[in-house]
């Protein structure tokens, strides 16, 4: 089971995601195949995410799709038949949204306390030697 516990990130994760495909798909009808599929995936993640499971060691969604009453697993590939005919699904864009949903945002990374440094330090020389 799949929850969204924070929406604000989320929404910015969806944000972020369509305004990439703006940006960098060139082709119009893949543009628009990329956007329904990120539209449907976050309907998707948001009404049916009790069906859906993220792991973790694999970076992949598992899907139990309604439609078919298969399961799709999906990260960069999937397994549904519109990934085999070589169109833009839902539940790869799905995947997308939720690795990235599920990684540090850079704000958070900065604010993460193993990454300040203890103290400010300046490299110093002796005899041509750095020692800090
Ligand atoms: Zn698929």
Known sequence: ????????????????????????????????????????????IEENGVFMTWQSETKSLLIWSQE?????????????PAFKRGFACWH??????VRLYNEPQAEEMNNA??????IERKAERVGGIRIN
């Not at 790869?92 to 949204?97: G, H």
Request: proline share 3%; charged share 20%.
């Open 1 to 44: 089971m799949l929850e969204i516990t924070n929406q604000d990130k989320f929404g910015k994760v969806i944000a972020d995601a369509i305004a990439k495909v703006e940006l960098t798909v060139t082709d119009n009808q893949t543009k628009a195949r990329w956007i329904n599929a990120i539209s449907k995936a976050a309907a998707q």
């Open 68 to 80: 078919s009453n298969e399961i799709y697993s999906s990260n960069g590939v999937c397994s549904c």
């Open 92 to 97: 790869r864009a799905a995947a997308r949204l």
């Open 113 to 118: 306390p193993y990454l300040k440094p203890t």
